[in-house]
Each structure stands twice: as C-alpha cells, then as structure tokens.
C-alpha cells in the first residue's frame, strides 16, 4: 500500500516551460488536493477535486490546471512556468473519518523556476 | 479574515526535555483543529485531531490541548527525542473538505543530543 506517490521529486524548469507533477493515490479516496508551501507560509490550497470528473479552485489556483480523470490520479499542470511558482507541492488524498476528513499528504515536489 | 498564529517560530531543546508549543486561531465556524508533524522533504502526518467538545487528546508522548472558548490550542511534548526534530503544524477547519482549512506557519523545533 503505497498511500500517495509524487513524481517528480525535484524539477527545475525555464521560465516559460510547461510541465505536469504527478499525483496518484491507491487507497480509493474520493478526495484530493494540491497544496503549495513556501517559506514562513502556511500551506495554502491551488485545487481540489471531489471525485472523478470534478474539480474546483482553491485560494491560489491560477497559473495551474488540473484535471480529474479517474479516481486514483490528481495531475496538477503548470501551463507557462513563472519564477513566482517556485515552491514545494503537496498532493493530499482525503478519507471520511467520523465526522469530518483525514489528510495524507504525498511526500511532495521541490520546483525550482529559473 | 481566517487566521492560525502560532509561537514560537523555532525552538532549539535538549533531548529528554518537555517543551509545549501554541496555536491561536481565529477561524468561523469552528468544526476541529489538528497538528501534524513534518518532517525534513517530507509531507505532513496526523498527530492529532480535536473537536469543539474535546479538551485533550494524546498519540504516544504527544498531547495535545483544546480551548474553544479562547480559541487556543497546544501542543506538549514529553521526553523528547532527536526523531522529534521536525515542523508542527496547526490547522484548524470551519468542517467540509480541503477548501475549509486554514494552515499556520508552523513551529520549527530541533532536539539537541
């Protein structure tokens, strides 16, 4: 059971370039999320899915796409990379506990821009 | 505007010693309040989750206190250990999903051998 698996570790990308960070979960939760953390932030939430064929905005949404088109994969796509978009990404993967969610985090992706 | 404070932003404690760390919150409506611990390249990991009607909740050396009255939590750590050297994080959520919570800063401790 390996949870929720981030690929890749660690990118750099051009200023301009496009890529894809990779989000799958084998758990079978209806539930996803991509976060960005940068230093003396919190966590703060880009987009959100709950369930196949559903996504929705989170607080810092633009500049990335994302797309939900099975229940294990959470793609978050950067369309024209921006230095601004530097950070560590976080893709979480949500269960019902009781009465409210639980979160398990993937291990996240180090993006550089330059 | 949603808001999680916590203090200290670091702290540096031999191992073996207690240390007690706090959240301030000031997040409508309240659902629960959780800390997570993360490591070093790591994602964050559940420690603990509290609702309104809980005043403390435990996981091993980990104890964690609730007041929803003044909106305060923390978190104690008993004995530590040089595995304890980590980010703590307070999230609190208004309920529903991911769209709900507010993350704080974090609290960034170092066990000293």
């Known amino acids: 059971n390996a949870g929720v698996t981030q690929t890749p570790k660690f990118q750099v990308l051009k200023t301009g370039q496009s890529m894809t960070l990779q989000c799958a979960q084998d758990?079978?939760?209806?539930?996803m999320s991509w976060y960005r953390q940068d230093p003396g932030m919190g966590l703060r939430l880009i987009h959100y899915s709950v369930g196949a064929g559903i996504t929705d905005q989170g607080e810092v949404p633009n500049g990335y796409n994302v797309s939900r088109s099975t229940t294990e994969d959470f793609p978050l796509r950067l369309l024209s990379a921006a230095p601004s978009q530097t950070s560590v990404y976080f893709c979480?993967?949500?269960?019902?506990?009781?009465?409210?969610?639980?979160?398990?985090f993937g291990s996240g992706t180090r993006l550089t821009v330059v | 505007k949603n808001q999680v404070e916590q203090s200290p932003q670091s702290l540096i404690i031999l191992e073996g010693k207690n240390c007690t760390l706090q959240?301030?919150?000031?997040?409508?409506?309240?659902?629960?309040l959780r800390w997570y611990k993360q490591d070093t390249g790591r994602g964050p990991v559940s420690l603990t989750i509290?609702?309104?009607?809980?005043n403390t909740k435990s996981n091993g050396r980990y104890t964690a206190t609730l007041d929803a009255d003044t909106k305060q939590s923390s978190l104690h750590i008993t004995a530590s250990q040089l595995s304890d050297s980590a980010s703590y994080i307070c999230v609190v959520s208004e309920g529903g999903g991911a769209d709900g919570l507010t993350f704080g800063k974090g609290t960034h401790l170092i066990i000293q051998p």
């Open positions: 979480a993967s949500s269960y019902v506990l009781g009465g409210y969610y639980g979160y398990t």
């Open positions: 758990m079978n939760h209806e539930y």
């Open positions: 959240c301030n919150y000031t997040v409508s409506p309240f659902s629960n």
């Open positions: 509290m609702t309104f009607s809980e």
